[in-house]
């Protein structure tokens, strides 16, 4: 009886100890049972929050790809454009340059043209007022023979009111014209400004004369200082004269042609 109450005292006292060892054990699972419970429900909680949020980006982020889809498109499409347009430019350039360079030479030819025109007009009108005046043309200048007979210096007068010279002879041709006529014509050349010094009325010098063999002569001591065509019939037909002789005479208009 006695063994037996205490065998029962002990497994009374084992059981309650282990009953506080459970108790105890009890209360911490509770607890740390209670932590995971928050922390579970924070878990939860911000797992909704990124899932809510990936959604959002994930419409921001389609939305971005088809507006970048549209853009690139729109890009390549201009970028065809503007290509299309560069190469019409430079056509249009080129030809721009060159139709500038035509009508640059264009006006260059019009200008020359032009001036060519005023030229000829000019000449077309002196050579029909000359014309008109029954002048002779010859080898670029209008001749008129004198129907009256003068001295040296007013035929030269005479030929000046004409707008023309007393003829000036530059070669044997134009002296085989003059000879034509068959008149005894004073023509511009004298020595009267120097004794021997013959020149011709616009001032040049005499280079190729055609005097009559022993001409000029000063015949006899007489001041002949004007220069005439006695001799026409030769080729050699001048003879110098007093200038104060009446003679028949020969104006020269140089026309430039
Ligand atoms: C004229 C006169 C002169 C000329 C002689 C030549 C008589 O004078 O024309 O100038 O030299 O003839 O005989
Ligand atoms: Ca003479």
Redesign the pocket.
């Known amino acids: 009886m006695e063994a037996k109450s205490k065998s029962l005292t002990a497994e009374r006292d084992e059981m309650m100890g282990s009953l506080k060892t459970c108790t105890s054990q009890k209360t911490a699972l509770s607890t740390e049972r209670d932590s995971l419970k928050r922390t579970n429900s924070a878990i939860e909680e911000k797992s909704k929050r990124l899932t809510s949020e990936k959604e959002d980006l994930s419409r921001r982020l389609n939305s971005c790809t088809s507006q970048k889809t549209a853009l690139t498109a729109e890009r390549d499409s201009l970028k065809r454009t503007n290509t299309d347009t560069q190469e019409k430019l430079t056509r249009l350039q080129s030809e721009f340059t060159k139709q500038r360079a035509e009508l640059h030479s264009n006006t260059l030819q019009l200008t020359g043209l032009r001036r060519e025109r005023d030229e000829l007009q000019t000449k077309l009108t002196v050579f029909e007022r000359y014309s008109k005046q029954s002048w002779t043309y010859f080898s670029g200048s209008f001749y008129y023979i004198s129907t009256t007979k003068k001295s040296w210096r007013d035929s030269q007068y005479d030929c000046w009111g004409k707008g023309a010279d007393l003829v000036i002879i530059d070669n044997k041709e134009e002296n085989a014209f003059v000879r034509k006529f068959q008149k005894k014509l004073w023509i511009g050349l004298s020595d009267r400004l120097r004794e021997g010094s013959w020149i011709w009325q616009d001032g040049t010098p005499l280079r190729t004369s055609f005097w009559?063999p022993?001409?000029?002569?000063n015949?006899?001591g007489?001041e002949?200082d004007c220069a005439?065509t006695?001799y026409y019939d030769y080729e050699n037909s001048w003879?110098?004269?007093?200038c104060t002789n009446a003679n028949f005479w020969m104006c020269e208009k140089k026309t430039g042609v």
Do not use: A, L, M, Q
Request: glycine content about 6%; charged content about 45%; aromatic content about 14%.
């Open positions: 009559y022993g001409e000029p002569n015949f006899r007489t002949e005439e006695k003879n110098d004269v007093e």
